[in-house]
């Protein structure tokens, strides 16, 4: 195979393995491109920048043959995708973010549930506020989004004796754990699930999908808990049902994002946010240099990339 550049958001010379072949360029998302942009054939999206960075160079990749991101979720390059020449593959990061993120569904779920917040609070003023909390023992929860994410969050609940999981996803089909349900039956699900976990993707589909009607469906008392996406939740749906008292959530994903300083929904009710930290902990490096270099093995191989959510001028998987 001829040789041709590859971007990387990790230095080369930190990524053990990498296949011979390819000339690989680190950017991060700099001002400087450190290469013509039509020269790269395998682009690896910079993880964590603001909006509108991954997508910048885009227009230019005229040769671009793979897109990688380093994240689960693709809504951040997809405005970019029009820019390309049609077959190029877009891959996600299936694989790299699985085990952080139940980890955080879990710490935020326990950390509602248990009334954490409040004790911190009570510590910094030398307070002793003992009481009865829910457990999450005994519990039904609802997992909306079962993809990678999903199953590895009901991985980490089986312990805790739960009353009940049930799963909704995209489409139907079974598991060995159980039925997955599709979209369509959630409000028959949503009244009786004491927590309900976001973990879908961000599309049309999914957009404002917890709207005013979805969370008029939660039972009383209910927990809401999104490490999906900020935009599949409607925020205004949301704080009118915070600002009742009739739900809490917990948050480590909010529309707008970075939350404005002052906007309500840090001081509403019943909420606690956390700063998009569900993939960036010290599990995420070693799993995606694994997927790069198992993906640039494939691409100098001359083979199908794993991970492909959609091919540019053709429908989306």
Not at 59 to 80: F, I, K, W, Y
Not at 93 to 107: I, N, Y
Not at 212 to 236: C, E, I, P, Q, S
Request: charged share 20%; glycine share 10%.
């Amino acid at each position: 195979m001829t040789a041709a550049d590859v971007w990387l958001p990790i230095p080369p010379d930190e990524i053990d393995g990498l296949p011979d072949g390819p000339r690989y360029l680190f950017w991060d998302g700099g001002e400087q491109f450190p290469a013509d942009p039509a020269d790269c054939a395998f682009y690896v999206v910079p993880y964590m920048k603001p909006a509108g960075v991954g997508v910048r160079p885009m227009p230019l990749m005229r040769s671009v043959r793979v897109v990688q991101t380093l994240s689960a979720g693709t809504d951040h390059v997809e405005p970019g995708l029009r820019h390309l020449p049609p077959g190029v593959r877009l891959c996600n990061a299936r694989g790299v973010h699985e085990a952080s993120t139940a980890e955080l569904t879990l710490a935020l779920i326990l950390a509602s549930l248990r009334g954490i917040p409040g004790f911190v609070r009570a510590q910094d003023e030398g307070e002793w506020r003992g009481g009865f909390r829910p457990a999450l023992a005994d519990k039904s929860v609802l997992i909306v989004g079962y993809g990678s994410i999903g199953a590895a969050i009901e991985d980490r609940l089986v312990p805790f004796e739960l009353a009940r999981v049930a799963r909704v996803a995209r489409s139907a089909r079974t598991t060995e754990r159980g039925p997955v349900h599709p979209l369509t039956e959630l409000p028959s699900l949503l009244p009786q699930a004491d927590v309900v976990v976001l973990s879908t993707p961000l599309n049309e589909t999914t957009r404002h999908l917890v709207d005013a009607g979805f969370l008029a469906r939660m039972k009383d008392g209910a927990l809401l808990v999104n490490v999906a996406r900020g935009g599949v939740v409607d925020t205004k749906a949301l704080l009118n049902e915070l600002e009742s008292g009739r739900i809490t959530a917990a948050l480590d994903v909010t529309d707008p994002e970075p939350l404005p300083t002052e906007h309500p929904l840090w001081r509403a009710p019943g909420v606690l946010v956390t700063p998009h930290v569900g993939g960036p902990t010290s599990a995420f490096l070693p799993r995606a240099e694994r997927l790069l270099r198992d993906q640039l093995r494939r691409y100098v191989n001359q083979e199908e990339p794993g991970n492909v959510v959609l091919v540019t001028g053709a429908e989306a998987l």
